[in-house]
């Protein structure tokens, strides 16, 4: 069977770590690092993503700055916010929680935010710097993987990996990612011939399309690592309860993997921590330049 790999442990980690530093930090600094979140709407998924955001900076010792608007609000208003926002000496990080009102530009406002405030990594210069190899804020979810990799040995150097999602939150970035760590990398997507063959030569296989269970075991080479970054509510057809199920068929892979992300409780943790980790960078960049 494969290895487990725990990114909710990892979290806790990781997020205890962070809390230490901050605790540090303090005895010579005025405030703690201030993250602030920016919800649109009442989508109830985007809600209960932010009370797990808001919770862990409580415990963590970040102050929260959030900010959640009517469904209604104008694109001037947001805009006016997140300049306020940026100006503002108590914020380090600045996250738009996604998706928005269907009316609102996302990527206007997301271009807006201060790149040095960028929690989640998706502003054009820090997606810009890891094009280039240069330090800067990453991608919440890809770096989640990247550190994951990282806790449990699993080397990218000359391995084959395979990104299966092109998105600009984490197809893109991920293979950048890999490619940094000297991995040989492709990116797969809905238009790519021979898919269940290109993702069976993968050493490292990263699911991100979003379709339940869409890799089964005769899509996986024994012993690779398989990274689900998928998280799919479905619907029991017999109990009528709903769960939470990956792009990974789980039950199938296991025994063929070397190591597999469970979902829940792999990447998803993963993804908050980072989101922390950026927003203690952004603080500490500030007070050290």
Request: aromatic residues 2%.
């Amino acid at each position: 069977m494969a290895q487990r790999l725990d990114g909710k442990a990892l979290a806790h980690k990781i997020q205890s770590q962070l809390a230490a530093d901050i605790t540090q930090e303090r005895e010579h600094r005025e405030r703690p690092p201030g993250l602030a979140v920016v919800m649109v709407g009442d989508n109830p998924a985007s809600a209960a993503y932010v009370r797990n955001k808001e919770r862990a900076c409580e415990r963590m010792g970040i102050a929260s700055f959030g900010a959640h608007l009517p469904a209604d609000t104008s694109q001037a208003s947001v805009a006016e916010l997140i300049d306020q926002l940026n100006q503002d000496e108590r914020v380090d990080g600045i996250l738009i929680q996604l998706p928005l009102p269907e009316h609102l530009d996302a990527v206007a406002l997301l271009n807006q935010i201060d790149p040095a405030k960028d929690a989640d990594g998706l502003h054009p210069e820090n997606m810009g710097r890891l094009m280039r190899g240069e330090s800067g804020l990453r991608s919440c979810t890809p770096a989640g993987v990247m550190a994951v990799l990282k806790e449990y040995n699993i080397e990218p150097a000359g391995k084959t990996a395979v990104v299966l999602g092109r998105s600009i939150l984490v197809g893109k970035p991920m293979a950048l990612m890999l490619l940094e760590a000297n991995a040989t990398v492709t990116i797969a997507h809905s238009r790519t011939q021979n898919l269940p063959e290109l993702c069976r030569q993968a050493d490292i296989l990263v699911a991100a399309v979003g379709r339940p269970g869409i890799i089964g075991a005769d899509w996986v080479k024994p012993g690779a690592a398989i990274i689900d970054v998928g998280i799919n509510r479905i619907q029991d057809a017999e109990s009528g309860k709903f769960r939470l199920v990956g792009d990974v068929d789980f039950a199938s892979v296991e025994p063929i993997a070397g190591a597999i992300t469970p979902v829940p409780g792999g990447i998803g943790p993963m993804t908050v921590t980072m989101l922390l980790h950026n927003t203690v960078l952004s603080y500490r960049k500030r007070f050290n330049g």
